[in-house]
């Protein structure tokens, strides 16, 4: 079941759902909450910007594994803050893709048994804008900055800014029960991030 | 040894680097039998010594939620965030505090 507009400040009045900053009133539609663009946008390094870090005797060209990847190595060298301009704003250009990240934290705790789906909004899809690719779930115990995998389709570029666009939706669905999480098997085994 | 409650929070020790966002930060948590595991969690829930540098590890601790106490070990899980689906751990009861 979706929330409307009213559960959702219902929820987040008990704070069964954490929204950090909160939402203004203008912020909710009837059936999700609009979030805001953070001050933060991520563009991949080029196979050049990429080679140049590598020491001498690496594999050329440079594959990467996703599989096999190393988390810290993921985190901290393939992507590098997009400039913003002189007025604050990131201008995305046509073709483009970048990592964005909410201005908001949310929290979902296990006990509240809630779930999300972050979505675009018409306006920005309309414009070229997708502001995520295949990853829209946001688990029940989910805790921190939703980060926005986000693309310009369109042939011009677009002008972002932080803090006052409403780059998002978030759709709350409530769970039937509360999750019980890994089973004790997987977690035993588990070795990885998943 | 701490008393570990179910439902409770405690923090473990752990050592942490930066993530992609200023609000991330990546944590790693040596097991008793030597396995790591990595998570990336928003920075609140992390306590470094001091703050970590690109490219570095600092040591310090990350807040995880007890699941189930046992005698002797913990059933904890890792704040969950987006890179991670918060990974269940098994740890001694000693490591909690």
């Known amino acids: 079941m ?19 900053p909160p939402a203004s009133e203008e912020r909710y539609t009837t059936s999700a909450l609009d979030l805001l663009l953070g001050d933060e946008l991520l563009e991949l390094k080029t196979l050049e910007e990429l080679a140049k870090d590598e ?23 393939y992507a590098k803050p997009l400039p913003r301009e002189t007025d604050g704003s990131f201008v995305l250009q046509p073709r483009k893709f970048v990592l964005g990240i909410t201005r908001e934290y ?11 789906r972050v ?49 998002c939706q978030l759709i709350f669905e409530r769970l039937g029960r509360i999750p019980k999480g890994p089973v004790r098997t997987r977690y035993l085994k588990q070795k990885s991030i998943r | 040894m ?39 969690v928003d920075k609140r829930y992390v306590f470094p010594d001091r703050e970590p540098k690109p490219g570095t590890e600092v040591d310090g601790r990350v807040k995880v939620f007890i699941v189930e106490s046992k005698k002797d070990t913990a059933i904890v899980d890792l704040p969950q965030a987006g890179l991670t689906q918060g990974p269940r751990l098994e740890i001694p009861r000693t490591l909690l505090r």
């Open chain 1, 119 to 167: 979505e675009g909004r018409s306006t920005l899809a309309r414009l070229g804008l997708v502001v995520h690719l295949t990853a829209p779930t946001i688990h029940a115990g989910f805790a921190g900055h939703i980060i926005l995998e986000m693309y310009n389709f369109a042939s011009f570029p677009l002008r972002l800014f932080p803090g006052n666009l409403a780059i």
């Open chain 1, 106 to 116: 949310i929290e979902l705790p296990r006990r509240s048994k809630i779930a999300a």
């Open chain 1, 55 to 77: 020491p001498a005797g690496v594999e050329r060209p440079l594959i990467v594994d996703p599989a096999r990847v190393d988390l810290k190595v993921l985190l901290q060298k």
């Open chain 2, 2 to 40: 701490s008393r570990a409650i179910r439902g409770a929070e405690a923090t473990i020790d752990c050592k942490i680097f930066l993530g992609m966002f200023s609000s991330e930060r990546g944590v790693v948590v040596e097991l008793p039998d030597g396995r790591k595991v990595m998570a990336v």
């Open chain 1, 2 to 20: 979706i929330l409307s507009d009213g559960e959702i400040q219902e929820e987040i009045r008990r704070k069964r759902i954490i929204i950090d």
